[in-house]
């Protein structure tokens, strides 16, 4: 078992959701930490740990980066994190399925990311042991109590409910 930090600055929380039911708006989080204990020879003995900073989010769109910080959404004074925390590693392949507790907005619910097999160890310039994750999962917002919305004068809403995560992790092994 190797015990691995999230790289910060070469790691990333992206979202899409549709928006006006026709086209998806991305945004992404700007700050994470979390770590990984990962065995490479058995996968389903690892544990992932991310924790999210919910004011870090940027749709590259000011004002709705404000409305996303507000109670209509993140809340983010009231719930300042978004985590994850796995309760079960499956091997699917090559690759993984990483089942695990996702809270947001403080409703807990357990997900699944589809993750692409993890790269191999490779080091630095600097010396750093490093290695990847790339995976990604789909969930409603409402099930998160994410449930403001605006209805639309041609019919539907302005705000979509499924809500695609990927999450690309670059990790740092630890002495």
């Given at each position: 078992m190797?015990?691995?930090?999230?790289?910060?600055?070469?790691?990333?929380?992206?979202f899409?959701?549709?928006?006006?039911m026709?086209?998806?708006?991305?945004?992404?989080f700007?700050?994470?930490?979390?770590?990984?204990?990962?065995d490479?020879?058995?996968?389903?003995?690892?544990?992932?740990e991310v924790?999210?900073?919910?004011?870090?989010?940027?749709?590259?769109?000011?004002?709705?980066?404000?409305?996303?910080?507000s109670?209509d959404?993140?809340?983010?004074?009231?719930?300042?994190?978004?985590?994850?925390k796995?309760?079960?590693?499956?091997?699917?392949?090559?690759d993984?399925k990483?089942v695990?507790?996702?809270?947001?907005?403080?409703?807990t619910?357990?997900?699944?990311?589809?993750m692409?097999?993890?790269?191999?160890?490779?080091?630095?310039?600097?010396?750093?042991?490093?290695?990847?994750?790339?995976?990604?999962?789909?969930?409603?917002?409402?099930?998160?109590g994410?449930?403001?919305?605006a209805a639309?004068?041609?019919?539907?809403?302005?705000?979509?409910?499924d809500?695609?995560i990927?999450?690309?992790?670059?990790?740092?092994?630890?002495?």
């Amino acid at each position: 078992m190797s015990i691995y930090q999230i790289d910060p600055s070469h790691s990333s929380a992206t979202f899409s959701v549709k928006h006006m039911m026709i086209a998806k708006v991305h945004g992404g989080f700007e700050k994470m930490s979390g770590k990984l204990i990962y065995d490479s020879a058995q996968p389903e003995k690892s544990n992932i740990e991310v924790a999210i900073e919910a004011a870090s989010i940027n749709t590259r769109e000011p004002q709705r980066d404000a409305h996303l910080k507000s109670a209509d959404f993140f809340d983010i004074e009231k719930y300042p994190q978004i985590t994850f925390k796995s309760v079960k590693v499956e091997k699917s392949g090559d690759d993984l399925k990483v089942v695990g507790d996702l809270t947001i907005h403080g409703v807990t619910k357990q997900v699944t990311l589809e993750m692409e097999r993890p790269s191999d160890e490779l080091k630095d310039p600097w010396g750093n042991t490093k290695m990847a994750v790339s995976g990604t999962t789909k969930i409603k917002r409402k099930d998160f109590g994410l449930t403001w919305n605006a209805a639309l004068e041609a019919g539907g809403v302005l705000v979509g409910d499924d809500v695609n995560i990927t999450l690309d992790v670059q990790f740092v092994k630890q002495a």
